[in-house]
């Protein structure tokens, strides 16, 4: 017996195949009357960064709460915009938008357990075989740790190639 879809977890970097992505999520929730939650998880700055900026530079690190607050509003912002392109409800399937400071991978699976998430969707960035195989790949990473369906979007063909700025 395949377990229904109810609550999807969506996690973006905000690169263009995230957004192209993003229309996956929106149909599937559609289609299974299920709700979404978007994540993005932003790489921590390492400690020994820290330790070597001062002045103006520490402020701006210590904005972070400011950068997560503006991803925040561009997500909330790209859904109203699919809603306007697709013709569909996005806004009213969105339950959740989550930003937060933390290795992608872990972030990603922290988030799909604490919210009870039935599925992950993820865009592939398809960066070749060396850095994939020498730095890993969050949706590998993802995959290989979850006992959760997960559900890899590839890169568009280029006509239909969608940018965050552009939305």
Same mark, same amino acid.
């Given at each position: 017996?395949?377990?229904?879809?109810?609550?999807?977890?969506? @996690?973006?970097?905000?690169?263009?195949?995230?957004?192209?992505?993003?229309?996956? @999520?929106?149909?599937?929730?559609?289609?299974?009357? @299920?709700?979404?939650?978007?994540?993005?998880?932003?790489?921590?700055?390492?400690?020994?960064?820290?330790?070597?900026?001062?002045?103006?530079?520490?402020?701006?690190?210590?904005?972070?709460?400011?950068?997560?607050?503006?991803?925040?509003?561009?997500?909330?912002?790209?859904?109203?915009?699919?809603?306007?392109?697709?013709?569909?409800?996005?806004?009213?399937?969105?339950?959740?938008?989550?930003?937060?400071?933390?290795?992608?991978?872990?972030?990603?699976?922290?988030?799909?357990?604490?919210?009870?998430?039935?599925?992950?969707?993820?865009?592939?960035?398809?960066?070749?075989? %060396?850095?994939?195989?020498?730095?890993?790949?969050?949706?590998?990473?993802?995959?290989?740790?979850?006992?959760?369906?997960?559900?890899?979007?590839? %890169?568009?063909?280029?006509?239909?190639?969608?940018?965050? @700025?552009?939305?």
């Amino acid at each position: 017996m395949i377990p229904q879809i109810k609550k999807i977890l969506y @996690a973006t970097d905000l690169s263009r195949n995230s957004a192209y992505a993003f229309y996956y @999520a929106v149909d599937l929730a559609q289609k299974k009357g @299920a709700t979404i939650v978007i994540l993005n998880a932003i790489e921590p700055i390492p400690a020994y960064v820290k330790n070597y900026i001062t002045g103006v530079e520490k402020r701006d690190l210590d904005s972070q709460k400011e950068i997560i607050d503006i991803i925040q509003k561009r997500l909330n912002n790209f859904c109203q915009k699919v809603d306007a392109h697709m013709g569909s409800p996005c806004v009213e399937l969105v339950s959740k938008v989550i930003v937060r400071v933390g290795h992608p991978i872990e972030e990603i699976l922290s988030v799909a357990d604490e919210e009870g998430c039935d599925m992950i969707i993820l865009g592939n960035h398809g960066k070749g075989f %060396l850095k994939q195989t020498f730095l890993g790949s969050v949706s590998h990473g993802v995959l290989d740790r979850t006992r959760k369906p997960v559900f890899i979007i590839p %890169l568009p063909p280029e006509s239909e190639v969608i940018d965050w @700025a552009s939305m």
